[in-house]
């Protein structure tokens, strides 16, 4: 996937396997693959970066993505009405238990640090719930 994007958008895309995961649950894996395609959308449409790091790892039960580019960054504490890439995230992240943390400054690119650990949920959320959430972020 990196390899294609980079290509399409004429980037560098560094991919590191770190130390490879165990046979994750379609539903993580998925998870995972969502906040890289969020990670890169926002590095190339908003951040006009031309190299990015990503680094998958797995450590004391614990996958770990982290997307690290040269953009031009951002103030993460600013919310932009109307997008939701970040809010999404956050939220795959709080349903695996996980932990998600974004790293920027304006002219200082972006850092993104995706982690969950490798287990079912402890409690389940419909499917449609978690995708319309972009949607109906006021009534969770």
Not at 91 to 96: G, K, L, Q
Not at 110 to 125: D, H, L
């Amino acid at each position: 996937y990196c390899n294609g994007v980079a290509g399409r958008h004429r980037i560098t895309i560094d991919p590191q396997l770190m130390a490879a995961p165990p046979t994750l649950p379609s539903e993580q894996q998925l998870a995972i693959f969502r906040v890289l395609q969020e990670c890169l959308s926002n590095a190339i449409k908003h951040g006009a970066a031309n190299h990015v790091t990503v680094q998958l790892g797995f450590r004391n039960s614990k996958l770990t993505l982290d997307v690290e580019d040269n953009g031009q960054g951002f103030n993460p504490t600013l919310e932009k009405q109307g997008h939701y890439g970040l809010i999404n995230m956050r939220e795959r992240a709080t349903r695996w238990g996980g932990g998600f943390t974004i790293e920027s400054a304006p002219g200082a690119g972006c850092r993104v640090i995706f982690s969950i650990p490798v287990r079912t949920p402890e409690v389940e959320m419909p499917e449609e719930l978690f995708e319309a959430s972009q949607i109906r972020l006021a009534r969770l």
